[in-house]
């Protein structure tokens, strides 16, 4: 089992930035890719970005490249997700996940974080 806690979302105007982290626990070995998607009312959970461990294959959706940067401290077991330049678009929760080969649907992923809501207002 692996235990994600998702933090730092909140409340901001367009153009603010925020950087949520995630942190993981448990038998975190198991799962070599770890990724942020987020979910708007009345929408399906979307990718955001995914990292593995190791720090290499990092992928961005379309709709975040150039805005967002996903790191992690693996000493920490903890992932971040950067956000700059917000828009209301990006309002959404958002979801830390865990899997052990990643992909970019959620179907991939076995472990989630209970999630944190991100809300930028114009």
């Known amino acids: 089992q692996v235990q994600l806690v998702e933090s730092g979302g909140g409340s901001v105007q367009a153009g603010a930035s925020l950087r949520l982290s995630c942190a993981a626990s448990g038998r975190t070995f198991s799962s070599a890719v770890m990724a942020w998607f987020r979910q708007a009312p009345g929408k399906e959970r979307d990718f955001v970005a995914r990292?593995?461990?190791?720090?290499?294959?990092?992928d961005y959706a379309d709709s975040v490249k150039g805005r967002f940067t996903i790191s992690r401290d693996a000493a920490k077991n903890t992932v971040y997700l950067q956000m700059n330049s917000l828009k209301p678009e990006d309002t959404a929760v958002y979801y830390c996940?865990?899997?052990?080969?990643?992909?970019?649907?959620?179907?991939?992923?076995?472990?989630w974080g209970q999630g944190t809501q991100v809300t930028v207002s114009s």
């Open positions: 990292i593995r461990w190791s720090g290499s294959n990092i």
């Open positions: 996940a865990a899997g052990p080969y990643g992909g970019l649907r959620s179907n991939n992923y076995d472990y």
